[in-house]
């Protein structure tokens, strides 16, 4: 099982989506010095490294993705001629150490490319004193499967096989997933090698929930990827960012390429039921659409401005708007794991100056919560409940004999008083009051600045219930936001951003002591 996940993973990813990959598994083989060289003037390089076994050595990569025919082979030669006569790529390339050269593939070399391959590695070997070296998918495979192959070894995690049986077996929830991916984190003494390979282990489990038809499970997975980066920034600060980097792009992308029919038609509402499916269930999975939608858009639009992309940001933001604007579901949280959701869009929208939109949006959500307060005692289901429990909670209401407990604490009231108390303070006596009107409780799990406090069950944090606002805005921090008033250490590494993705994982505690610091941040732009 284990190993059709590796092939699945390898077989099917594109060239350049196995670039922040093959990077981790050089880091997990022990390559170091690496930079992805790929563009304009690669000259035939898209990554070099270099590794210490058996003496310090200077590689360089180009990549491919599937098999090399004899035709295809003829094309490439030009660039893997380059690979091996240019040494201009990088000020750090190193002329002077013993060089090998690799051409790798996510497939296999086929009919005449064997042939050429081995001519054109005697040539080199006799002609530039040097080595050229062809890894092709199953020499992939052994690096994936933890062979020994550069004197230093990163094996799979131990949990790996149990998480990939789970997702196989369409046995796991949301919620569980976060547990589960939770055995990548690395500890204070876990090796940068072994990181790197949780980090692969990770995007194994991302494939596989794809090919089970499971987007939204693949995207927080893809949201456990930079949890991973974030812990290690507890430790490896420089490490940290460029892990956390490459962990919000695979996320962009996954976005991108799961939602793309969706975000094509941000504003066709039947398209939307339609890519749903199952009319029964559409009162349910249409808002979690909808939520878990706006909620990569905001994310992606605030990291885009993050890493100075303003035309990313505005594309991001754009669509945020039409699907805002358009689809109803957005405004309809099931329960208090969506609470979470909300913050990016908002802050999106108003980041690009549509705060209009987070506008409508903020009152119609405050609006519809209120409601769901108002008509039963039972409110909505907590962030720690299962889908099964949220919609009992959503739906019950109106069935005697269904069994609920009544509940009155919300953490979408936090997430909304919060953000307008920062954001939109015209607006926050009115979001304040709407709340208190129907006795809601509003209550959230302060986390401290501590790698534990990064998973639902690490510990490391502080419950917040029944928090006390100020009747009106003010020009100081709320009392729960001075308990964190500096950046937080994945902060650091990764910008705000980084904390509203983790927020988005484990759904029951918001980071918003971060808010006030992007505001800030926005206003020093402007």
Not at 61 to 76: H, M, N, P, R, V
Not at 122 to 137: C, M
Not at 163 to 168: F, L, M, S
Not at 343 to 357: D, E, F, H, V
């Amino acid at each position: 099982m284990l190993d059709a996940a590796f092939v699945s993973w390898i077989s099917t990813i594109g060239e350049r989506g196995f670039d922040a990959f093959f990077l981790c598994l050089l880091r997990a083989q022990g390559f170091f010095d690496i930079h992805f060289t790929h563009g304009p003037y690669e000259f035939g390089k898209d990554i070099i490294a270099k590794h210490p076994h058996p003496e310090p050595t200077q590689y360089a990569f180009q990549l491919k993705a599937g098999d090399i025919s004899g035709t295809e082979w003829t094309a490439i030669l030009g660039q893997i001629e380059e690979l091996i006569d240019t040494y201009l790529t990088h000020p750090n390339f190193d002329t002077t150490a013993p060089k090998i050269f690799v051409l790798c593939t996510t497939g296999r070399l086929k009919g005449k490319a064997i042939l050429g391959s081995k001519q054109f590695q005697e040539r080199v070997r006799e002609n530039r004193k040097a080595s050229f070296d062809v890894w092709e998918i199953d020499q992939l495979l052994e690096m994936l499967k933890g062979r020994e192959h550069f004197g230093l070894l990163a094996s799979p995690s131990a949990e790996l096989p149990r998480i990939v049986g789970k997702i196989a077996a369409q046995d796991t929830t949301d919620r569980e997933l976060e547990d589960l991916l939770a055995a990548f984190i690395p500890s204070p003494t876990t090796s940068l090698t072994q990181v790197y390979r949780n980090t692969l282990d990770n995007a194994i489990c991302i494939d596989s929930l794809i090919r089970q038809d499971m987007p939204f499970q693949a995207m927080t997975a893809a949201l456990s990827g930079v949890r991973i980066a974030a812990t290690l920034a507890y430790s490896a600060k420089g490490e940290a960012h460029e892990l956390i980097t490459e962990a919000m792009r695979a996320f962009i992308r996954l976005g991108d390429a799961q939602f793309s029919e969706l975000l094509s038609h941000p504003t066709d509402t039947e398209r939307w039921f339609k890519w749903i499916g199952g009319a029964a269930e559409q009162i349910i999975t249409y808002p979690v659409t909808c939520l878990r939608i706006i909620e990569f858009l905001g994310l992606a639009s605030l990291y885009a401005r993050h890493i100075g992309q303003p035309t990313e940001a505005e594309k991001y933001a754009h669509l945020c708007d039409a699907v805002v604007s358009s689809q109803e579901g957005c405004f309809h949280p099931i329960s208090d794991r969506y609470a979470a959701s909300l913050i990016p869009p908002l802050i999106a929208l108003y980041a690009s100056g549509r705060a209009s939109t987070a506008t409508r949006m903020l009152r119609g959500v405050t609006k519809w919560v209120c409601d769901q307060y108002e008509r039963s005692d039972f409110g909505l289901a907590g962030p720690h409940s299962t889908p099964e429990e949220e919609v009992r909670q959503f739906l019950g209401y109106a069935f005697d004999w269904i069994d609920l407990q009544p509940r009155r604490d919300s953490l979408i009231a936090v997430a909304l008083i919060d953000f307008a108390y920062v954001f939109l303070p015209e607006q926050y006596e009115l979001i304040l009051n709407e709340f208190l009107a129907v006795n809601t409780l509003p209550a959230t799990l302060h986390a401290l600045d501590a790698p534990q406090s990064l998973t639902v069950q690490g510990g490391g944090i502080q419950s917040l219930f029944n928090i006390k606002y100020p009747p009106a805005p003010q020009n100081e921090l709320l009392a729960h936001h001075r308990i964190q008033p500096t950046p937080r250490t994945p902060e650091c590494v990764g910008g705000p951003v980084a904390l509203l993705a983790l927020a988005c994982l484990a759904r029951d505690r918001l980071f918003s002591d971060c808010y006030p610091r992007i505001k800030a941040a926005l206003n020093d732009k402007t």
